[in-house]
Structure formats: structure tokens, C-alpha cells
Antibody, heavy 122, light 107 residues
Framework: QVQLVESGGGVVQPGRSLRLSCAASAFTFSGYGMHWVRQAPGKGLEWVAL????????DYADSVKGRFTISRDNSKNTLYLQMNSLRAEDTAVYFC???????????????WGQGTLVTVSS | DIQMTQSPSSLSASVGDRVTITCRASQTISNYLNWYQQKPGKAPKLLIYAASSLQDGVPSRFSGSGSGADFTLTISGLQPEDFAAYYCHQSYSTPITFGQGTRLEIK
């Protein structure tokens, strides 16, 4: 069955960097766009970034633009999120999600990872 | 940015009830609207995509409707496992945005 497994979360000081990874399995990773979505403790869902199936395009929420970079390695079936200049407000569970877009339909998130917690604190 | 406003923010209901959650977009988004259910400590689960299409494996008591800017999620015959948080989600344009969520609690 489709699996998305995030790793790389932890406690980090403000201004430091962290890289999240998401290992995908049981589907053709190179055929799907991928996103990162986060959820601050006790709060709602916030879209963070997207990357096309082939890595040709990406986009970011204004709150992370210029600080975070989404990338992928289709040969390793892995999605990444490089997070620089971290702030307290970046504290959240980060979910890796699969974009279920097909021609004639809409982007939706049909598979989610279990999430990895990033805590930004001194 | 497209703002998504859900109502109500919380809702109390009983097993067997029919409940409706609404989501309004700040501009027209055609049918680029999805609904998710999230239980505490778990990842969200896709229920409805493209406003009214039921995701595989989701019980038929869940249904979605709407187009343009106004959408509804209806649960007909609440089951104990349905008490959770629900989020709408627009994928019409970036930045992709979610509603603030609706917490469905047992009365």
C-alpha cells in the first residue's frame, strides 16, 4: 500500500536550519506532484509548498518563501524540505502529501504521511 | 489569496443525526474544493474531492455539494467514529488554502 514516511524533525534554535525528508513507496513517485502541509499545535492546516512530478516547478506559501526549499529525487523516491532561518512560528507537525491531480479533475491530497514535529525554540 | 471560511467552528450532535458543514470561498473556485477528516494525533483523511466526488473507501453517508463559492459537507446518520475535525481545502489557485476547521463533538 502507498506509504509516505517523514523524517528529520526535531528541536532547533531560531535562525538555524533543518531538512525534512519523505520516503515514498508502493506507487510511481515520479508520476505525482507532492506537497508539504503543516499544522501548528492545536491549530488548523497550512499549505507550505508544492513541487511538480518532474521537479520542473515549485511554489511556496508567503510565510516560508525565501526561507524554505522543496525538492525531490525521483531516483530515490524521496521528497525534501530544506528549512532555513527557522522561526518560532514554524513550529508545527509537517506532513508530506501526495497530489492526486489527474487531467479533468482537481488537486486533492489522497495520501498523507504520519507527520514529523519541528519545534523551533531557544 | 483565496480565504476559506467554514461554519460552524464547532458543532455538537448525536449518533444518528444528520449534520451539515459549510465552506465559503472569498472568490469563485469552480469545483476545486476538497473535504478532509482529522482525528486527534492522526493525519487528515480525504473524504470528498472536486466538491462532490466520494473518495474510494469513504462511507456513502458522507456527501459533498456546491460549486462556485459555496459548498457543503453533509454526514447522514452520524456514527461514533465520525466525531472529529473537518477541513475544507481549495486547490483552485496558489497559495492553496484550508478552512479553519469544524470540530464535531458528541452531544
Amino acid at each position: 500500500q502507498v506509504q509516505l514516511v517523514e523524517s528529520g524533525g526535531g528541536v532547533v534554535q531560531p535562525g538555524r536550519s533543518l531538512r525534512l525528508s519523505c520516503a515514498a513507496s508502493a506507487f510511481t513517485f515520479s508520476g505525482y506532484g507532492m506537497h508539504w502541509v503543516r499544522q501548528a499545535p492545536g491549530k488548523g492546516l497550512e499549505w507550505v509548498a508544492l513541487i511538480y512530478y518532474d521537479g520542473s516547478k515549485n511554489d511556496y506559501a508567503d510565510s516560508v518563501k525565501g526561507r524554505f526549499t522543496i525538492s525531490r529525487d525521483n531516483s530515490k523516491n524521496t521528497l525534501y524540505l530544506q528549512m532555513n532561518s527557522l522561526r518560532a512560528e514554524d513550529t508545527a507537525v509537517y506532513f508530506c502529501v501526495r497530489d492526486n491531480w489527474i487531467v479533468g479533475s482537481v488537486t486533492s491530497y489522497d495520501y498523507w504521511g504520519q507527520g514529523t514535529l519541528v519545534t523551533v525554540s531557544s | 489569496d483565496i480565504q476559506m471560511t467554514q461554519s460552524p467552528s464547532s458543532l455538537s450532535a448525536s449518533v444518528g443525526d444528520r449534520v451539515t458543514i459549510t465552506c465559503r470561498a472569498s472568490q469563485t473556485i469552480s469545483n476545486y474544493l476538497n473535504w478532509y477528516q482529522q482525528k486527534p494525533g492522526k493525519a487528515p483523511k480525504l473524504l470528498i474531492y472536486a466538491a462532490s466526488s466520494l473518495q474510494d473507501g469513504v462511507p456513502s453517508r458522507f456527501s459533498g455539494s456546491g460549486s462556485g463559492a459555496d459548498f457543503t459537507l453533509t454526514i447522514s446518520g452520524l456514527q461514533p467514529e465520525d466525531f472529529a475535525a473537518y477541513y475544507c481545502h481549495q486547490s483552485y489557485s496558489t497559495p492553496i488554502t484550508f478552512g479553519q476547521g469544524t470540530r464535531l463533538e458528541i452531544k
